[in-house]
């Protein structure tokens, strides 16, 4: 990708992000809101001062970058945009040019979205040669097209925490005594498939049941650099407890933790993550 040719706009800090919130709006839909944040390359700023529709049967901008959507899959979103023209404040311009609201140099190619199955880099639409990750989405299996699983994520700077409304399933058996490892990319039971959690470097909050009174010890399945976090769990409700399990996300290493119950059947589901946009 050519560098954008156009100095950073903002003095807001190194690769800092502002806004660009994500949010579930139907099974095949996004809205992204406005926001400013710097590209990747921390050369420039993409700025959005509008509510942005994204749409996984739509190829190109505000869809997905390449081909058809796909089942069972995490798809960043990226935002994206053109350094070829400016990046005008709109909203600002029109309160200083009351008698010419509209009288900036059109851009020809405004500030949008995009998804991709890369998570480091989307393949850009003609004209547009700036991007910055922005969030993930997940994908069913529904057919003939498979829809975004439903979510809600807080946060408007650098962190955002995502939550499923309907949180998967990734272990349903008996308790083990010593630490045993559960994926936590592919769910079990009605679930089976479903990546819980995509291949990043954060925090996934984990939702714990037991069928008797016992101990549960979570810890990441990277033992030389996480120490286990225990709760004392009741029969037959859900425990969250602040289970916060640091896990190393990366592109080639199975998402995992290891867990060990005193007694009785176990149940856990991913309930979210952390996402850090860095």
């Known amino acids: 990708m050519v560098a954008p040719n156009s100095p950073a706009l903002s003095a807001a800090g190194f690769r800092y992000m502002r806004g660009w919130e994500v949010s579930y709006l139907d099974n095949t839909q996004l ?42 899959k995490h798809y960043a979103v990226y935002a994206i945009g053109s350094s070829n023209n ?64 439903p979510f809600v994520q807080y946060g408007v700077g650098s962190e955002r925490r995502y939550y499923y409304t309907n949180p998967v399933l990734v272990l349903d058996g008996p308790g083990a005594i010593v630490n045993t490892q559960v994926l936590l990319e592919v769910g079990v039971g009605a679930d089976v498939g479903v990546p819980a959690c995509p291949p990043i470097r954060g925090e996934v909050l984990v939702q714990v049941r037991l069928s008797v009174v016992g101990d549960v010890r979570l810890q990441s399945a990277d033992t030389s650099s996480v120490t286990g976090v225990v709760c004392a769990a009741l029969p037959g409700a859900d425990h969250p407890s602040s289970l916060y399990v640091p896990t190393q996300f990366a592109t080639a290493t199975a998402v995992a933790i290891k867990y060990a119950a005193s007694a009785g059947d176990i149940k856990i589901h991913v309930v979210g993550f952390l996402d850090s946009l860095v």
């Open 31 to 72: 809205l992204i809101y406005g926001g400013s944040c710097r590209d990747s390359q921390n050369i420039n700023d993409i700025v959005n001062n509008v509510v942005i529709t994204v749409d996984l049967t739509k190829s190109g901008v505000n869809g997905i970058d390449s081909g058809v959507v796909q089942a069972n």
């Open 86 to 149: 400016p990046n005008v404040d709109v909203v600002a311009y029109a309160a200083a040019n009351p008698l010419n609201p509209n009288g900036y140099a059109p851009n020809l190619y405004p500030p949008a979205c995009i998804l991709s199955l890369s998570f480091e880099k989307p393949e850009l639409p003609f004209g547009y040669d700036m991007y910055r990750r922005i969030g993930f989405v997940r994908t069913d299996n529904a057919a003939p097209t498979p829809h975004f699983l």
